[in-house]
């Protein structure tokens, strides 16, 4: 079974600074995706960022970057510049294919609340 | 423009008096998915389709049910509501070139 675990329930950042969310994950599939989803009070779900596990390179997105670790089944989320409209609960999320069914399986972790400071 | 949308967005219910949230998609996705979120607990999914007439449990199915008569619209209907079924819903689609999953903007379900 597919597991995703985020260790830090809550973190706080200045303003500007960079800020590293943690995620980690458990699968014995070969081939799949990892995202990151912001939940802004809005609760909107936006999507931040994807990875696809077969790919080396590290996804970035202006901002938004990650340190993606498949040997370790690491994920992680930097933030660069922060700004007060990062202040979200941020949400890792795994998810695999299964192509002789033709289904999919998300599976998210239990979240990480951000908090920029002024 | 391309989006989920999910009806009503808030509401107060009774314990037992069958209630519906719709979902319908305009992306023309043949994947779609119920997740409800609670907190501690991140977004659990609680039944899926992969096509018209084609649906399947998730983690959370128990009190729920779904159709999917058409491919942009999947309901979720709560029979028999009770007060753990107070939560926040959201539906979703896949976009299957990027393997990509779209919310819709949630419904604030609270069952008294």
């Known amino acids: 079974a597919q597991t995703v675990t985020q260790s830090q329930p809550e973190m706080s950042v200045q303003e500007a600074e960079t800020v590293t969310l943690s995620c980690t994950y458990d699968?014995?599939?070969?081939?799949?995706?990892l995202f990151w989803y912001k939940q802004p009070p809005s609760r909107q779900m936006i999507l931040v960022i994807r990875?696809?596990?077969?790919?080396?390179q590290n996804a970035t997105e202006n901002r938004f970057s990650v340190n993606f670790q498949k040997a370790a089944k690491s994920f992680s989320l930097k933030i660069s510049d922060s700004q007060l409209g990062d202040t979200a609960m941020y949400f890792c999320?795994?998810?695999?294919?299964?192509?002789?069914?033709?289904?999919?399986?998300?599976?998210f972790g239990t979240g990480t609340r951000l908090k920029v400071l002024a | 423009e391309a989006q989920v949308t999910q009806n009503p967005r808030y509401l107060i219910t009774v314990t037992g008096k069958k209630l519906t949230v719709t979902c319908s998609q305009n992306?023309?996705?043949?994947?779609m998915s119920w997740y409800r979120q609670d907190p501690g607990l991140g977004l659990r999914q609680i039944y899926y389709?992969?096509?018209?007439?084609?649906?399947d449990k998730g983690d959370v199915p128990e009190g729920y049910k779904v159709s999917r008569k058409e491919k942009r619209n999947f309901p979720l209907i709560l029979e028999s509501p009770s007060p753990n079924q107070t939560s926040l819903y959201f539906c979703?689609?896949?976009?299957?070139?990027?393997?990509?999953?779209?919310f819709g903007p949630g419904t604030r379900l609270t069952v008294l």
């Open positions: 389709s992969m096509n018209v007439e084609v649906t």
């Open positions: 992306m023309n996705h043949e994947y």
């Open positions: 990875q696809e596990a077969y790919k080396q």
């Open positions: 979703a689609s896949v976009e299957r070139i990027t393997d990509t999953q779209y």
């Open positions: 699968t014995s599939e070969n081939n799949y995706y």
């Open positions: 999320a795994f998810m695999a294919a299964f192509s002789t069914s033709g289904t999919y399986k998300y599976i």
